[in-house]
């Protein structure tokens, strides 16, 4: 009912407008989002449609289709009630129900052309353009890819070089090549280092992505289930995003050697980084709570003291390689240890806020189950009144989804929560069987209503208690 509803709400347009776009007009990709879509009024929910000069044009296109099919409609009802035709009327009712629906689907004739006429030879205009301006660009360049953790790893590196150096980086998670064209025109020339972040959601984007900017370092932050219906495998998606790496010298590509999927891609002579340290500096020493994470980094008598806001053991590495790239491009010890001073969470990545007298660690973005399993493991270290665990599940994980969720059960169960809420849909009861399996028995509870229960969240917990949310799930899947 709630699809069928939607389907006539006045955004219906600018969602159907927003598909298209973030798909980047692929129309298998499309039609994929447009079939397992439930509610189109909660389409567009981490971002909102960028209203270009083609995005305007399917809008306009999609609004004035359905607008002229309903008038044709009410034509044939008046016509149908004034003359008593019952299939008049008939028709009237077809067409004035089904307008959204058919134009949703009509959209792909102007989409196929403006894809091949239009949409494809301006990404390769921009493609050229930014090439041409990078490449006369003097600044470090500095590409960051992977599976998760690319927007923190970028983030970082942009904030603790920033103490020292001139830096510009793609903002927010913009990531694909008409970001990275906005980002290149937006350069002013002198910076001495540029960060910029790798999308992957099609096999080549990372490959044409190293073609355009040919970065001077490279940082892999993982590889891990994700975009399996475009890549058809992990594997896929692993190579597509090592071909970074290829096309550098191996001193010059940093790898998470915590991402066990990455490791048969991790050749000899890249520097891989982890919670030990890497290219001979060493970690130790590492606290890690609600205030963030600290730990030392030594080498031979060299020592930077990490102190950063974000939370997790699973980020010593990724804070240790931001403390070595730095270092390598000649930051001063003093201006690394300020840099990190002023890194922060970004905005959904084990991000805690005070709720109701409670801890709350907003673990919602982009969710993985590395991201599962290192949240659980900070859940499990942490002390509280009582431990909730809140989750729908993971989206986007092919024909690993039972299996993966199963084990993400496994991983809840062995954090010790008093209290797990699972957002009902369709893998709810592989994660019930990963709890069972780990003989969990804490208070299991299924929630109908996601919204309601984030909205009311205040009054669900108390004072004492450590609650983490991991992962979001849009309607867009069931």
């Known amino acids: 009912m709630k699809r069928f509803l939607s389907l006539y709400y006045p955004t219906f347009p600018a969602a159907i407008a927003y598909m298209l776009q973030s798909t980047e007009y692929d129309t298998k990709a499309y039609l994929a989002w447009l079939h397992r879509t439930h509610d189109f009024s909660a389409v567009m929910h981490r971002r909102m449609l960028d209203r270009t000069m083609v995005a305007k044009a399917f809008l306009i296109f999609m609004s004035l289709g359905i607008l002229l099919q309903a008038f044709i409609a009410v034509v044939c009802l008046v016509l149908g009630y004034s003359s008593g035709s019952a299939l008049t009327t008939f028709t009237g009712i077809f067409l004035l129900l089904s307008a959204p629906i058919l134009w949703a689907y009509l959209v792909i004739i102007p989409m196929f052309v403006a894809k091949h006429l239009i949409?494809?030879?301006?990404?390769?205009?921009?493609?050229?353009?930014?090439?041409?301006?990078?490449?006369?660009?003097?600044?470090?360049?500095?590409?960051?890819?992977?599976?998760?953790?690319?927007?923190?790893?970028?983030?970082?590196?942009?904030?603790?070089?920033?103490?020292?150096?001139?830096?510009?980086?793609?903002?927010?998670?913009?990531?694909?090549?008409?970001?990275?064209?906005?980002?290149?025109?937006?350069?002013?020339?002198?910076?001495?280092?540029?960060?910029?972040e790798f999308g992957e959601g099609h096999p080549g984007d990372v490959s044409r992505f190293t073609k355009t900017v040919q970065p001077d370092i490279a940082v892999i932050t993982g590889l891990a289930p994700a975009h399996l219906d475009q890549y058809g495998s992990i594997e896929e998606a692993g190579k597509d995003i090592f071909s970074l790496a290829e096309a550098l010298k191996p001193s010059d590509v940093y790898a998470n050697l915590e991402s066990d999927a990455a490791l048969k891609h991790v050749k000899p002579g890249y520097i891989g980084f982890?919670?030990?340290?890497?290219?001979?500096?060493?970690?130790?020493?590492?606290?890690?709570?609600?205030?963030?994470?600290?730990?030392?980094?030594?080498?031979?008598?060299?020592?930077?003291?990490?102190?950063?806001?974000?939370?997790?053991?699973?980020?010593?590495?990724?804070?240790?390689?931001?403390?070595?790239?730095?270092?390598?491009?000649?930051?001063?010890?003093?201006?690394?240890?300020?840099?990190?001073?002023?890194?922060?969470?970004?905005?959904?990545?084990?991000?805690?806020?005070?709720?109701?007298?409670?801890?709350?660690?907003?673990?919602?973005?982009?969710?993985?189950?590395?991201?599962?399993?290192?949240?659980?493991?900070?859940?499990?270290?942490?002390?509280?009144?009582?431990?909730?665990?809140?989750?729908?599940?993971?989206?986007?994980?092919?024909?690993?989804?039972?299996?993966?969720?199963?084990?993400?059960?496994?991983?809840?169960?062995?954090?010790?929560?008093?209290?797990?809420?699972?957002?009902?849909?369709?893998?709810?009861?592989?994660?019930?069987?990963?709890?069972?399996?780990?003989?969990?028995?804490?208070?299991i509870i299924i929630q109908q209503d996601a919204l309601t229960f984030y909205t009311n969240l205040d009054q669900f917990v108390a004072a004492g208690d450590v609650v983490l949310l991991q992962n979001d799930w849009t309607d867009n899947y069931q």
């Open 119 to 196: 949409i494809n030879p301006k990404l390769d205009r921009q493609r050229q353009e930014t090439q041409r301006i990078l490449a006369a660009h003097k600044g470090v360049k500095i590409a960051v890819a992977g599976s998760y953790g690319k927007t923190t790893m970028k983030e970082l590196l942009a904030t603790v070089l920033s103490e020292g150096m001139n830096v510009a980086a793609t903002p927010g998670n913009k990531n694909v090549a008409t970001a990275h064209y906005q980002f290149a025109r937006g350069l002013k020339g002198d910076e001495e280092v540029l960060v910029i």
């Open 274 to 443: 982890s919670s030990e340290g890497l290219d001979g500096w060493k970690a130790s020493k590492a606290t890690i709570d609600l205030d963030g994470t600290r730990f030392e980094l030594k080498k031979g008598k060299k020592v930077i003291r990490v102190n950063s806001q974000i939370i997790g053991e699973h980020l010593i590495g990724v804070l240790s390689a931001t403390a070595v790239i730095a270092n390598r491009l000649g930051m001063s010890i003093p201006d690394i240890e300020a840099g990190f001073a002023h890194t922060k969470p970004y905005e959904h990545r084990m991000q805690p806020y005070r709720l109701s007298g409670a801890w709350v660690i907003d673990d919602a973005y982009n969710g993985n189950i590395q991201g599962i399993e290192a949240g659980t493991k900070l859940l499990a270290s942490l002390k509280a009144a009582r431990k909730i665990y809140v989750t729908p599940g993971l989206v986007d994980q092919g024909s690993e989804t039972t299996a993966i969720h199963e084990k993400m059960g496994r991983l809840i169960a062995n954090a010790k929560p008093d209290i797990v809420v699972l957002m009902k849909n369709s893998v709810t009861d592989a994660i019930k069987r990963g709890l069972n399996e780990s003989a969990y028995k804490g208070e």
